[in-house]
């Protein structure tokens, strides 16, 4: 499960970061079995991940990591 798909959490920008996540799923999403959508990201994120996931035809899931006290 590819967690946080569009959480750009090394600050490299949406668009570098969009960039290296399509090539990504280009060259490794046969790999991956489901993007995941995130109660503790925003919902303008996760409406990304549901677009992507109908773009790669991947499912979605939630919760495809854990947090100890979220």
Do not use: C, M, Y
């Not at 090394?10 to 993007?35: D, F, K, M, P, S």
């Not at 992507?52 to 854990?66: C, E, F, K, N, Y």
């Amino acid at each position: 499960i590819l967690n946080h798909p569009f959480w750009d959490e090394a600050g490299i920008g949406a668009h570098e970061h969009a960039h290296i996540l399509g090539r990504l799923l280009e060259r490794h999403g046969e790999h991956i079995h489901a993007l995941e959508l995130n109660g503790l990201r925003s919902w303008a994120e996760n409406r990304k991940v549901i677009w992507l996931a109908r773009q790669t035809g991947h499912p979605v899931i939630s919760g495809g990591d854990r947090h100890g006290l979220e």
